[in-house]
C-alpha cells in the first residue's frame, strides 16, 4: 500500500465521519428525524426513508428529501458540505433565514425549497442579511450632525462672548 492510498483512505474516513457527524446534527435539531438510527445507507433494503445513497461500493448520501415535515428555524449549513449530494427537498416546512451559500450556490444540486413562506430567496428580501446600511449610515449621520450643532453653539457662543467684552485701546 502505497503513501497516495492511505492518504486517500484518510480522506475518505474524514469525509465520512463529517457526513454521519452532519447527518446526527440535522437528526439533533429536528426531533422529527430523530427515529431513524445506523448506518443511512447500509444494510440497502434499512436504508432511511428520507435519504437515498449511491449503490457504489462505499455508498453516498446523493439525495435528502425533508419535505413536509413541519421543520423551523434556518437551513442547516453542513448540507452545503455533502460532496455528492445531488438533491435536496426542502420545500413544505417552516424554515427561516435566507439559503446557505453552500446550497444556492451549488450548479450540481436540484434543491427545492418551496413552500417556506418565511425562508429569504434572496439577498435583496432577506432582513438582516448583510444588505441594509441604514444602521450604518445613522450610525455616522446622526453623530455627525450632533458635532456639528455642539460645534456651532460654541462658535456662537465664543463669538457673543467676545463681542461682550470691551476692548482697551492705549
Same mark, same amino acid.
Given at each position: 500500500? =502505497?503513501?497516495?492510498?492511505?492518504?486517500? /483512505?484518510? @480522506?475518505?474516513?474524514?469525509?465520512?465521519?463529517? &457526513? &454521519?457527524?452532519?447527518?446526527?446534527?440535522?437528526?439533533?435539531?429536528?426531533? &422529527?428525524?430523530?427515529? +431513524?438510527?445506523?448506518?443511512? #445507507?447500509?444494510?440497502? *433494503? /434499512?436504508? +432511511?426513508? +428520507?435519504?437515498? #445513497?449511491?449503490?457504489?461500493?462505499?455508498?453516498?448520501?446523493?439525495?435528502?428529501?425533508?419535505?413536509?415535515?413541519?421543520?423551523?428555524?434556518?437551513?442547516?449549513?453542513?448540507?452545503?458540505?455533502? *460532496?455528492?449530494?445531488?438533491?435536496?427537498?426542502?420545500?413544505?416546512?417552516?424554515?427561516?433565514?435566507?439559503?446557505?451559500?453552500?446550497?444556492?450556490?451549488?450548479?450540481?444540486?436540484?434543491?427545492? /425549497?418551496?413552500?417556506?413562506? @418565511?425562508? #429569504?430567496?434572496?439577498?435583496?428580501?432577506?432582513?438582516?442579511?448583510?444588505?441594509?446600511?441604514? *444602521?450604518?449610515?445613522?450610525?455616522?449621520?446622526?453623530?455627525?450632525?450632533?458635532?456639528? @450643532?455642539?460645534?456651532?453653539?460654541? &462658535?456662537?457662543?465664543?463669538?457673543?462672548?467676545?463681542? =461682550?467684552?470691551?476692548?482697551?485701546?492705549?
Amino acid at each position: 500500500m =502505497s503513501i497516495h492510498d492511505i492518504f486517500s /483512505y484518510y @480522506v475518505l474516513y474524514i469525509c465520512l465521519i463529517n &457526513v &454521519v457527524e452532519g447527518l446526527a446534527s440535522l437528526q439533533n435539531a429536528f426531533s &422529527v428525524l430523530q427515529e +431513524w438510527g445506523g448506518d443511512p #445507507c447500509l444494510p440497502a *433494503p /434499512y436504508s +432511511w426513508e +428520507w435519504i437515498e #445513497c449511491s449503490n457504489d461500493n462505499i455508498p453516498r448520501v446523493t439525495s435528502i428529501d425533508l419535505h413536509n415535515n413541519s421543520l423551523t428555524g434556518p437551513i442547516p449549513k453542513f448540507l452545503g458540505t455533502l *460532496p455528492n449530494l445531488k438533491q435536496l427537498n426542502l420545500g413544505d416546512n417552516q424554515f427561516t433565514g435566507s439559503i446557505p451559500r453552500s446550497l444556492s450556490k451549488n450548479s450540481k444540486l436540484k434543491l427545492s /425549497y418551496t413552500g417556506n413562506p @418565511v425562508l #429569504c430567496t434572496d439577498d435583496k428580501s432577506c432582513k438582516g442579511s448583510g444588505n441594509n446600511k441604514t *444602521p450604518i449610515i445613522l450610525g455616522v449621520t446622526i453623530p455627525s450632525v450632533f458635532i456639528l @450643532v455642539i460645534a456651532g453653539v460654541l &462658535v456662537v457662543r465664543h463669538n457673543r462672548n467676545k463681542a =461682550s467684552v470691551p476692548s482697551h485701546s492705549g
